[in-house]
């Protein structure tokens, strides 16, 4: 069946990096665009990132440009996100998912504190 499962989240402080990644089973990982979305408590399910079946298309939310990075490596079926110069704002619920298949992971926490 199909998984997503992702890994690397945890507690850092303001300005730190953080790489999220995402290992996907039981579909045809490299035809499909992949995306990680957030969720902070009180707030509404963010897209962060897009990155299409060849990585040459990618998208960022306005709130993450320039310090988000999405790549994905089809040999290894992974989706990955480095985060750096993170702040307070960017604590949520992270979500790897394929929008046109609607499969999403469990999802990790990131938390941006000092």
């Known amino acids: 069946q199909v998984q997503l499962v992702e890994s690397g989240g945890g507690l850092v402080q303001p300005g730190e990096s953080l790489t999220l990644s995402c290992v996907a089973s039981?579909?045809?990982?490299?035809?499909?665009?992949m995306s990680w979305s957030r969720q902070a408590p009180g707030k509404e399910r963010e897209l962060v990132a897009r990155?299409?079946?060849?990585?040459?298309?990618?998208t960022y939310a306005d709130s993450v440009k320039g310090r988000f990075t999405i790549s994905r490596d089809n040999a290894k079926n992974t989706v990955t996100l480095r985060m750096d110069s993170l702040r307070p704002e960017d604590t949520a619920e992270y979500y790897c998912?394929?929008?046109?298949?609607?499969?999403w992971g469990q999802g990790i926490r990131v938390t941006v504190s000092s």
């Open positions: 998912h394929t929008p046109s298949l609607g499969f």
């Open positions: 039981g579909f045809t990982f490299s035809s499909f665009l």
């Open positions: 990155i299409g079946p060849s990585g040459s298309y990618i």
